[in-house]
């Protein structure tokens, strides 16, 4: 990662309360206290662990981007700033560090190499420990057209049947999952060794067995998915030239990675959108990569007055039209493109 990682979880004020409701559920759930001990892999700004400090919970974020784990320790976190695989969980082990939990929200699908990833998290967690881990759910993606979240970035794209094996190899179980809203529809699963004797939740065999229901097992239901993909494509961009003649002014919101793979895809240059604007100063004054739309300043939206804002992180359209509906008061509109077209007004 470069030393100016652009990301920062923090940004999204829903996140941070998700994370929040999720470490309060963890806590009381796994019984924490002063005397546990929580990693949390790729811990970004500090948006979760905080909520751990501030329960006195001794942790550690492990964090490889330099921009984002110097936020996190201003707030007091800990964090160790390397790439997490075996390699360092047995560095982690060999001085006592082995965790109660060890937490991964949203870097499971990005590791190149996801068997020595789940390998660390089997080494770096106590006897009687658990691991959770949040990611976005193939069927979920599949169902709902979601092929912009398909980037280099992303190395998996997972569904439960996986990842159950994946663990199974590691020598570590898969004992209950749930199904989030999150990022368009998440998982996430919590794990522990294979002996532990936490019984499997019937949760688990339910997911799965929707999944094979769904055909996720087999090859037909990937091979006809780029038709839904190029329907998206090419309903936003005939869309979009159609609002240019008629003299209409759409700009977008949210440079977003998977805002950059609808746009590039395509082919949607600064002729039909002039700019997109991000709350993350970090974005602010650079370019969308490939369309090389200028990335602005929210107050862009209220100075230039566009007929229609094009949301780009579709995950979170409700939070930004709260935030910036006062385009209604020039009678704007907002667009959302994924799953399908939607004009809210």
Known sequence: FRPDFVYFSSTSTRWVNHAAQYSAMICSRLHLDSES???????????????????KIPCLGIEP???TAAE???IGIPVLREFFGAALAQQLGSKGRQADLIIGNNVYA???DINDFTTGLKTALKPGGTITLEFPHIMRLIEYTQFDTIYHEHYSYL??????????TAGLRIFDVEELPTHGGSLRVYGCHAEDKRPQEITVSDV??????RGLQNLTIYR????QAEQVKNTLLTFLIEQKRNGKKVAAYGAAAKGNTLLNYAG??????????????SKQGKFLPGSHIPILAPAALRENKPDMVLILPWNIADEIIQQHGYAWEWEGAFIVAVPEMRIIT
Do not use: M, W
Request: with cysteine; charged share 25%; hydrophobic share 40%.
């Open 224 to 227: 006809t998915f780029q038709q």
């Open 208 to 213: 799965i067995a929707e999944e094979k229901k």
């Open 268 to 281: 949607i240059k600064p002729d039909l959108i002039p700019y997109v604007c991000d709350a993350a100063h």
């Open 72 to 74: 996190a320790e201003k």
């Open 159 to 168: 569904s439960l049947y996986t990842v159950n094996r994946i663990f199974a």
């Open 65 to 67: 981007t330099d921009s």
């Open 110 to 112: 990005h590791v190149p």
């Open 37 to 55: 001990f929580v990693i949390e892999v790729a811990s970004n700004d500090g948006y979760l662990l905080k909520n751990f400090v501030a329960r």
